[in-house]
């Protein structure tokens, strides 16, 4: 995955939007986007949507539930789980200990829509209150069903008091640039996708595209998007380029030719062990997006 779109799913039309989108993931958002007295509606227009339109796009269907301290979490999962979605966002988890609590939620609704065990993912949002950013290690072998993890900033800002979360330069300022870092790190170890967050002004396309650079060049495989202009702008940046894959698909080859030896040379240059690791994660990123070496 490369782009991760959240449509919130109180609105057909929005659905609709996003389902036409070249989005990888569609995120159906029943959380914030929804205000409370409308909850209810939002996952009977969802559930409804989803079931009658997914064959119409090419994406994974994910649920943004609400969050399980708000006692809401099972009348999502209650009107959800019986269309089968791809997976579930949990937001404001705390440790491994809440996606555990979860994939048990969902192993009952699971079994009693007859679907198979595990069958439903999970990428939970991992830095929304300070408890969450110092417990990133916890999600190592916490469930099979975690695809990946990803931040955010505002949740997080409420929760320390923290009046903004960039300065004048428009950088995310050292407590943020720690989660941050604390999510892509929490992500390797893991061994699943690090996902970025969202880059809230949709207007700002150059914004976005440095942005999403950055996150790439630091090991994020996937940025979230809030409006279906960003997918285009996201699928390019964390899109292998053809001369990347190239590069990498000659040091696979060395190391092939070579018996695998712990180190080889290119041109003059020495390649070791983890280089070969970093060339291989390209290359299955590059086949993931449709990119050929």
Same mark, same amino acid.
């Given at each position: 995955?490369? =782009?991760?779109?959240?449509?919130?799913?109180? !609105?057909?039309?929005?659905?609709?939007?996003?389902?036409? !989108?070249?989005?990888?993931?569609?995120?159906?958002?029943?959380?914030?986007?929804?205000?409370?007295?409308?909850?209810?509606?939002a996952?009977?227009?969802?559930?409804?949507?989803?079931?009658?339109?997914?064959?119409?796009?090419?994406?994974? #269907?994910?649920?943004?539930?609400?969050?399980?301290?708000?006692?809401?979490?099972?009348?999502?999962?209650?009107? #959800?789980?019986?269309?089968?979605?791809?997976?579930?966002?949990l937001?404001?988890s705390?440790?491994?200990?809440?996606?555990?609590?979860?994939?048990?939620?969902?192993?009952?609704?699971?079994?009693?829509?007859?679907?198979?065990?595990?069958?439903?993912r999970?990428?939970?949002?991992?830095?929304?209150a300070?408890?969450?950013?110092?417990?990133?290690?916890?999600?190592?072998?916490?469930?099979?069903?975690?695809a990946?993890?990803?931040?955010?900033?505002?949740?997080? =800002?409420?929760? #320390?008091?923290?009046?903004?979360?960039?300065?004048?330069?428009?950088?995310?300022?050292?407590?943020?640039?720690?989660?941050?870092s604390?999510?892509?790190?929490?992500?390797?170890?893991?061994?699943?996708?690090? #996902?970025?967050?969202?880059?809230?002004?949709?207007?700002?396309?150059?914004?976005?595209?440095?942005?999403?650079?950055?996150?790439?060049?630091?090991?994020?495989?996937?940025?979230?998007?809030?409006?279906?202009?960003?997918?285009?702008?996201?699928?390019?940046?964390?899109?292998?380029?053809?001369?990347?894959?190239?590069?990498a698909?000659?040091?696979?080859?060395?190391?092939?030719?070579a018996?695998?030896?712990?180190?080889?040379?290119?041109?003059?240059?020495?390649y070791?062990?983890?280089?070969?690791?970093?060339?291989?994660?390209?290359?299955?990123?590059?086949?993931?997006?449709?990119?050929?070496?």
């Amino acid at each position: 995955m490369r =782009s991760l779109l959240f449509v919130p799913g109180d !609105s057909e039309k929005k659905l609709e939007r996003g389902f036409s !989108s070249a989005a990888d993931v569609v995120i159906v958002d029943l959380e914030d986007s929804v205000a409370p007295d409308n909850k209810a509606h939002a996952r009977g227009v969802s559930a409804d949507f989803i079931a009658r339109r997914r064959g119409e796009t090419r994406a994974l #269907i994910y649920v943004r539930v609400n969050d399980l301290s708000t006692g809401l979490t099972d009348d999502d999962l209650r009107a #959800i789980v019986p269309i089968a979605p791809d997976g579930i966002m949990l937001p404001k988890s705390n440790s491994g200990a809440d996606v555990q609590h979860l994939s048990t939620k969902l192993r009952v609704h699971e079994a009693e829509n007859g679907l198979p065990d595990g069958a439903i993912r999970i990428i939970p949002i991992i830095t929304e209150a300070a408890a969450g950013v110092l417990a990133t290690a916890s999600y190592v072998g916490a469930s099979a069903r975690v695809a990946g993890l990803t931040w955010g900033a505002e949740d997080l =800002s409420a929760a #320390i008091g923290a009046r903004a979360a960039r300065d004048s330069d428009g950088r995310y300022t050292d407590v943020f640039r720690l989660a941050r870092s604390m999510t892509v790190l929490g992500a390797a170890a893991a061994d699943v996708a690090a #996902i970025d967050t969202v880059f809230v002004n949709f207007r700002d396309s150059e914004g976005l595209r440095a942005e999403c650079l950055e996150a790439e060049r630091d090991g994020f495989t996937a940025k979230m998007a809030i409006h279906p202009d960003q997918v285009a702008v996201i699928n390019e940046a964390f899109t292998p380029t053809a001369e990347a894959v190239a590069r990498a698909a000659s040091v696979v080859a060395a190391f092939e030719e070579a018996g695998n030896p712990g180190v080889v040379g290119i041109n003059g240059k020495m390649y070791d062990r983890p280089h070969l690791r970093l060339a291989q994660r390209l290359l299955a990123r590059a086949r993931a997006a449709g990119v050929g070496a």
